[in-house]
């Protein structure tokens, strides 16, 4: 299993998370969001996971002047994030059917002590 970094560009973050499993030599793919289009099961995925309400990005001014910022309903939500993928929080770690949001070093850590790589 491996791990993969869903992204939108090269944020703190983003880049956190490289340097974290490049020194770990634990090989990574980089998934740039622009290019790589996300399934509906990656989306349910990370929803199932994360929480659909904590997908959004509410730092982007984009993002909060959707109505989809301001719903509880998770359908609306993944829907939008299927069309509009840069109004997701990025970056999101995903290995297997784990999955951690932004730059969360204990939850990787985990993952490598576990052995899944």
Known sequence: MSIQIYCLKKNFDTQKA????KERRVPYQL???KKHKLGARELQLFARRLGAE???DRKNPEAIS???AHTDD??????TLAEYPRFLRTPIVRCGEQVALGADE???AE???KGVQ
């Open 18 to 21: 490289e340097r974290f499993f």
């Open 111 to 113: 993952w490598i002590k």
């Open 74 to 79: 998770a359908q609306y939500i993944l829907d």
């Open 54 to 56: 904590n997908l959004i």
């Open 66 to 68: 959707h109505p989809a």
């Open 106 to 108: 204990a939850a990787w």
């Open 31 to 33: 998934l740039d969001l």
